[in-house]
């Protein structure tokens, strides 16, 4: 692999990840979780989440194909159901309203001292769009190097979601809560064309399959 493939496969990897994981639309909820902590314990609470959160997509990144032969799952058919689930996280984001976190859920972290893992590293960073789109690049990539690449990116969107996070009072004060929407709006546009490509490589790939048959 050359340098430019190099870099066109981590820039696209970084690119679709950051758009679901999508952390200025974190902002909001992250700020109402941490409102009781001092700005110490909440950059403490932020870096934690997104090591976890870190690990877990790395862990699907690399047992992705794995997943699939235990449950018998075809990547094609894989390609398909995570590209419709992709694609209404994207028009959900595109109409600004996509739930992040269940209101039961978030109330209960309330109650909570450490809010980290839950519901701060996963579902809110490392969710089930998030870990659907590592899973179905996992399956696209093949070798070391475009794996170490594939890793390096999850790490790179988690860091740019931490100094987000760390940095989220006065992004929220700067962007207000209709430049949040603005900006996940935008990433809602990138999500839905990703999931799109991911439908059409699906049906090429079960398309495919029926012709080898």
């Known amino acids: 692999m050359d340098l430019k493939s190099s870099f066109m496969t981590f820039a696209s990897s970084f690119t679709a990840l950051f758009a679901i994981v999508d952390p200025l639309a974190v902002i909001p909820v992250y700020l109402g979780l941490t409102d009781r902590f001092s700005a110490k314990e909440r ?3 932020s870096l934690k989440a997104c090591a976890i959160a870190t690990v877990i997509l790395s862990i699907f990144a690399v047992t992705g194909e794995g997943i699939f032969r235990l449950f018998g799952i075809s990547i094609p058919a ?45 579902p809110l960073l490392a969710g089930p769009g998030a870990i659907s789109t590592v899973v179905l690049q996992s399956s696209q990539i093949s070798g070391p190097l475009p794996t170490a690449l594939f890793l390096a ?16 009072p006065h992004l929220y004060r700067l962007l207000g809560r209709t430049g949040i929407n603005l900006v996940t709006r935008i990433m809602g546009i990138i999500l839905t064309a990703i999931a799109i490509q991911f439908i059409i490589d699906g049906i090429l790939g079960v398309v495919a399959q029926v012709k080898t048959l």
């Open 43 to 45: 950059s403490v609470v």
């Open 78 to 122: 894989f390609r398909i159901a995570g590209g419709i689930l992709l694609l209404l996280l994207g028009i959900s984001q595109l109409e600004a309203h996509r739930e992040r976190v269940k209101t039961e859920e978030e109330n209960e972290s309330f109650s909570r001292e450490d809010i980290s893992i839950f519901p701060l590293a996963t």
């Open 153 to 168: 990116s999850i790490t790179c969107v988690f860091i740019a979601s931490y100094f987000l996070l760390k940095s989220a």
